[in-house]
């Protein structure tokens, strides 16, 4: 079956202006997760829904990003006035529970250029 | 909070040679564990896992990792490597029993097997 499908795979913008990333997770899972992976670094949690709410975004940086998934299926990442500190590869992951022992599908990212 | 860290950034190994990638965690609470393996352009996939029960886990690919609570780690081992195994590893932890999977990542080791 499909795996977790992310668009664009690249997103290149100008500092100050606003993107949107899309996820599509495998279908029935419910839980769904957002990661962001600077430059040699590992991917670092952002923010975790289970069905169409946010149960933890503690990992939000700041204000000016946000996330949603109205309907429990996709889920779009928003981020506002972009700074370069932006760039990276953001991951998605689903998972068919919510348990923290079940696995994790990532798709392959999105890689956003702030300029 | 959970932190991970993968003590070497990077190893390289001719192929048929063994090969071990360390990972040594810090909780306070018990701990669920997992590597990840990122091939160059795909998605993160999970190699394998240990909540609970035996200490030596066996996973796929002919990985195998081992868990020992007294010195926090969780190191990856392979006994004869193949030029495919060439990646990224990541080294993760997430909070035993908890309700959702938020994972906590290491820096990533890369490794490359050399003909």
């Known amino acids: 079956g499909a795996g977790v499908s992310q668009t664009p795979s690249n997103k290149v913008t100008e500092k100050g202006k606003y993107v949107e990333l899309r996820c599509d997770p495998i279908?029935?899972?419910?839980?769904l997760y957002w990661y962001r992976q600077s430059l040699g670094q590992g991917p670092e949690f952002l923010i975790y829904?289970?069905?169409?709410?946010?149960?933890?975004d503690s990992g939000l940086p700041n204000d000016r990003f946000f996330a949603v998934r109205p309907e429990g299926s996709v889920s779009t990442l928003k981020i506002q006035r972009t700074e370069r500190g932006d760039s990276a590869v953001y991951l998605c992951?689903?998972?068919?529970?919510?348990?923290?022992?079940?696995?994790?599908?990532f798709g392959p990212g999105t890689r956003l250029t702030v300029l | 909070a959970q932190s991970v860290t993968q003590l070497d950034s990077q190893v390289p190994v001719f192929e048929e040679a063994p090969v071990e990638l360390r990972c040594n965690y810090s909780?306070?609470?018990?701990?669920?564990l997992f590597w990840y393996v990122q091939y160059p352009n795909q998605g993160l996939q999970l190699l394998l896992k240990y909540l609970s029960g035996s200490t030596l886990v066996k996973g796929i690919n002919g990985f195998e990792a081992e868990f020992n609570k007294s010195q926090t780690s969780f190191h990856l081992r392979k006994p004869s490597v193949h030029i495919s195994d060439t990646a990224e590893y990541f080294c993760a932890v997430s909070r035993g029993g908890t309700s959702y999977g938020k994972l906590t990542f290491g820096q990533g080791t890369i490794l490359t097997v050399h003909p």
């Open positions: 829904f289970q069905g169409t709410g946010a149960a933890d």
């Open positions: 279908s029935g899972h419910t839980a």
């Open positions: 992951a689903s998972s068919l529970t919510s348990g923290g022992g079940g696995e994790q599908f």
């Open positions: 909780s306070s609470v018990s701990v669920y």
